[in-house]
């Protein structure tokens, strides 16, 4: 059975930086693309980014680009998301997903599999 466990949200002001950890267990962990979504108050869950199996592919949703980073442990069974130059707009809960396939044909097919989630809060 699949787990994914997130970690690391919290309460930050605005411009400040957090890093989230999702460690996953159950599964080929390095087969797979990740990706890290995310959920505001009244608001449908959106795709943040995503990484292919093989480090280095990865993808972004623009209102993150350049302030966000997704990156990978394959020997850790754990995937990443660090988070610069916050802004209120990033508050929500932050999840992780495993993929259906590798993610190398460019985009990330989200599975049923759904950690728990982390909350994120940007506020002064």
């Known amino acids: 059975q699949v787990q994914l466990v997130e970690s690391g949200g919290g309460l930050v002001q605005p411009g400040g930086s957090l890093r989230l950890s999702c460690v996953a267990s159950g599964i080929r962990f390095s087969a797979y693309s990740m990706a890290w979504y995310r959920q505001a108050p009244g608001k449908q869950r959106e795709l943040v980014a995503f990484i292919t199996r093989i480090v280095g592919g990865t993808s972004y949703a623009d209102s993150v680009k350049g302030r966000f980073t997704i990156s990978r442990d394959n020997t850790k069974n754990t995937v990443y998301l660090q988070m610069n130059s916050l802004k209120p707009e990033d508050t929500a809960v932050y999840y992780c997903?495993?993929?259906?396939?590798?993610?190398?044909?460019?985009?990330?097919?989200?599975?049923?599999?759904w950690g728990q989630g982390t909350q994120v809060t940007v506020s002064s």
């Open positions: 997903n495993q993929g259906l396939d590798s993610g190398l044909g460019g985009r990330h097919y989200e599975s049923d599999s």
